[in-house]
Antibody, heavy 114, light 113 residues
């Protein structure tokens, strides 16, 4: 059974960089699209971007200037970096496999606050 | 961007009733390779990640009860729960995965009356 697990700091200061990792178990990361999606508390879902197993990326234009998604096939992980964060970036961050997302992590709450 | 507009925002029905959730897109998204619409439906329960129910507008994900069905074409799509069960209380989202940025509807909250 494929499982995804997000990890990273739960608190990030304004203007700093948010970094999260998604570890994939029960399947290889050398197939599929691998997504990051976020959900502000009490609100809807926003797609951040994906990385294809080949390494090509596609980002939401609303975040493109601040986002980097990368892949580490040796660790079966992919990662998210979001720079210059503000309170508006406070959200539960999910990683998910495929288009559309058939397997999701449980999500991790990241709060941006000083 | 393709805008996905869901309606209603919420609905409250009795157990066993039929639930109908609508999703209207700002443009159509037919995938040329299989002539199918790139729309998915998810169910999200409190404190849980979204769960994929339907993809290609009408294909049920493995393990999803057959009371859930998807339909529609062009720019109008529908998720139907044929007989509402207590465990179906959740927020439901549509999503287009045809073009970047991938976009979601605003969600429809389904409750038991």
């Amino acid at each position: 059974q494929v499982q995804l697990q997000e990890s990273g700091p739960g608190l990030v200061k304004p203007s700093e960089t948010l970094s999260l990792t998604c570890t994939v178990s029960g399947g290889s990361i050398t197939s599929f699209h691998w997504n990051w999606i976020r959900q502000p508390p009490g609100k809807g879902l926003e797609w951040i971007g994906y990385i294809y197993y080949s390494g090509s990326t596609n980002y939401n234009p609303s975040l493109k200037s601040r986002v980097t998604i990368s892949l580490d096939t040796s660790k079966n992980q992919f990662s998210l970096r979001l720079t210059s964060v503000t309170a508006a970036d406070t959200a539960v961050y999910y990683c998910a496999r495929n288009l559309p997302g058939d397997y999701w992590g449980q999500g991790t709450l990241v709060t941006v606050s000083s | 961007d393709i805008v996905m507009t869901q309606s209603p925002d919420s609905l409250a029905l009795s157990l066993g009733e039929r639930a109908t959730i609508n999703c209207k897109s700002s443009q159509s998204f037919l995938f040329s390779s299989n002539n199918k619409n790139c729309i998915a439906w998810y169910q999200q329960k409190p404190g849980q990640p979204p769960k994929l129910l339907i993809y290609w507008a009408s294909t049920r994900e493995s393990g999803v009860p057959d009371r859930f069905s998807g339909s529609g074409s062009g720019t109008d799509f529908t998720l139907t729960i044929s007989s509402l069960q207590a465990e179906d209380v959740a927020v439901y989202y549509c999503q287009q995965y045809y073009s970047s940025p991938l976009t979601f509807g605003g969600g429809t909250k389904v409750e038991i009356k």
